[in-house]
């Protein structure tokens, strides 16, 4: 049987998976008036979160599509570079992320007890914020390392069969709350 009270921390470590990633956007150009400081952009990205410390080792893995809103500082903007040749940014937006979550309730079972493993899958929104440097090494090519932040509160909830002596089933709720940092690097290609 489940241990009474067992439930999952409030506040735990979470290790975190190295994040991949792609995102494209656009950098709108002010002619004759201003630097290119403001663009748009679309992040896709996948990362796993892992906490096995307290009630039963639980793996969520997380693929955020992001709309973001970007602002840059264009130092040493030309009219090669109207993004500059050093680029301090940062970018903000919603993320809508797909989660997938796995328990393996196995560590819960007792003598004469066998329970299923928990799974489920669900939709949520959450933060992206994310501060960076680039640097133009050529009008089309660039190099790049941010921060990342994300923040998301997604709800699991499985059905559970233990199929001990007893048989019966049980219905699991999980609402982790996932607070990530990232270190991002990559190259851009801008045309």
Same mark, same amino acid.
């Given at each position: 049987?489940?241990?009474?009270?067992?439930?999952?921390?409030?506040?735990?470590?979470?290790?975190?998976?190295?994040?991949?990633?792609?995102?494209?956007?656009?950098?709108?150009?002010?002619?004759?008036?201003?630097?290119?400081?403001?663009?748009?952009?679309?992040?896709? !990205?996948?990362?796993?979160?892992?906490? %096995?410390? *307290?009630? @039963?080792?639980? $793996? #969520?893995?997380?693929?955020?599509?992001?709309? &973001?809103?970007?602002?840059?500082?264009?130092?040493?903007?030309?009219?090669?570079?109207?993004?500059?040749?050093?680029?301090?940014?940062?970018?903000?937006?919603?993320?809508?992320?797909?989660?997938?979550?796995?328990?393996?309730?196995?560590?819960?079972? !007792?003598?004469?007890?066998?329970?299923? %493993?928990? *799974?489920? @899958?669900?939709? $949520? #929104?959450?933060?992206?914020?994310?501060?960076? &440097?680039?640097?133009?090494?050529?009008?089309?090519?660039?190099?790049?390392?941010?921060?990342?932040?994300?923040?998301?509160?997604?709800?699991?909830?499985?059905?559970?069969?233990?199929?001990?002596?007893?048989?019966?089933?049980?219905?699991?709720?999980?609402?982790?709350?996932?607070?990530?940092?990232?270190?991002?690097?990559?190259?851009?290609?801008?045309?």
């Amino acid at each position: 049987a489940i241990p009474p009270g067992a439930q999952y921390s409030s506040d735990v470590e979470w290790d975190v998976s190295p994040s991949l990633g792609l995102r494209g956007g656009y950098w709108f150009e002010f002619d004759e008036v201003m630097p290119s400081f403001l663009g748009v952009g679309l992040d896709f !990205s996948f990362y796993g979160a892992f906490e %096995d410390d *307290d009630f @039963a080792s639980l $793996d #969520v893995w997380a693929t955020p599509m992001t709309p &973001l809103l970007m602002l840059r500082i264009p130092l040493g903007y030309s009219e090669d570079f109207p993004g500059g040749r050093v680029q301090p940014y940062a970018a903000v937006g919603p993320g809508f992320t797909v989660l997938a979550a796995h328990a393996d309730l196995d560590e819960l079972s !007792s003598a004469g007890s066998f329970l299923d %493993d928990f *799974d489920d @899958a669900t939709f $949520d #929104v959450g933060l992206d914020a994310r501060a960076g &440097l680039a640097v133009q090494l050529a009008p089309s090519f660039a190099l790049f390392g941010e921060y990342r932040y994300t923040y998301i509160k997604p709800e699991f909830d499985d059905e559970v069969d233990d199929s001990g002596a007893f048989d019966f089933d049980t219905d699991f709720e999980i609402e982790p709350e996932l607070k990530t940092h990232h270190i991002v690097f990559g190259a851009s290609f801008r045309f």
